[in-house]
T-cell receptor, first 113, second 115 residues
Framework: DTEVTQTPKHLVMGMTNKKSLKCEQHMGHRAMYWYKQKAKKPPELMFVYSYEKLSINESVPSRFSPECPNSSLLNLHLHALQPEDSALYLCASSQVSRSYEQYFGPGTRLTVT | AQTVTQSQPEMSVQEAETVTLSCTYDTSESDYYLFWYKQPPSRQMILVIRQEAYKQQNATENRFSVNFQKAAKSFSLKISDSQLGDAAMYFC????????????FGTGTRLKVLA
């Protein structure tokens, strides 16, 4: 199984809402990533977890809160978002060995109204 | 800081022809990996090919091959016998040495395949 799944596929939320994005992989990967991607742009790294610990936080605003409950799951909790946060949110996973290419999920298309 | 540059925002190729997408990068590291990822419209990003910096031999995967010039810091992707399904955004990516987990993506090249 070389699949990374993400739910929901689409999400529309108001600026006062609280919602969560979910990512799951069963490849035994111990590194998991959140990216934000705007249309026609490359993915921008937000967070990296390795061995369930936060390794990288790319100065992301606190209205985005990541969580890694176990080695297969990654969540992104959203609160008080702004319209400019509307984007495709991609989850990825990789091994932690030398040759760790990333496997991406299909993404969650988020619209903040 | 490492950078990745893709100077071709858009390319077109006739079906069955060959096309080369360019990528240059800047780094002071000697140990790193380079990747080409493909993102079809509204579809998942998938790995096309990878190259280890310590390997002199250019990577190949079926119709996809790279021309890796380490001294010139160049990493181009050649697609042979182009197919309609190759139409996508292609991102070149650099991965820093083991243990850092940071990937740096280029700005992407949109490839159109003409029937």
């Amino acid at each position: 199984d070389t699949e990374v799944t993400q739910t929901p596929k689409h999400l529309v939320m108001g600026m006062t809402n609280k919602k969560s994005l979910k990512c799951e992989q069963h490849m035994g990967h111990r590194a998991m990533y959140w990216y934000k991607q705007k249309a026609k742009k490359p993915p921008e790294l937000m967070f990296v977890y390795s061995y369930e610990k936060l390794s990288i936080n790319e100065s992301v605003p606190s209205r985005f809160s990541p969580e890694c409950p176990n080695s297969s799951l990654l969540n992104l909790h959203l609160h008080a978002l702004q319209p400019e946060d509307s984007a495709l949110y991609l989850c990825a996973s990789s091994q932690v060995s030398r040759s760790y290419e990333q496997y991406f999920g299909p993404g969650t298309r988020l619209t903040v109204t | 800081a490492q950078t990745v540059t893709q100077s071709q925002p858009e390319m077109s190729v006739q079906e069955a022809e060959t096309v080369t997408l360019s990528c240059t990068y800047d780094t002071s590291e000697s140990d790193y990996y380079l990747f080409w990822y493909k993102q079809p419209p509204s579809r998942q990003m998938i790995l096309v090919i990878r190259q280890e910096a310590y390997k002199q031999q250019n990577a190949t995967e079926n119709r996809f091959s790279v021309n890796f010039q380490k001294a010139a810091k160049s990493f181009s992707l050649k697609i042979s016998d182009s197919q309609l399904g190759d139409a996508a955004m292609y991102f070149c990516a650099y991965r820093s040495p083991p243990g850092t987990y940071k990937y740096i993506f280029g700005t992407g090249t949109r490839l159109k395949v003409l029937a």
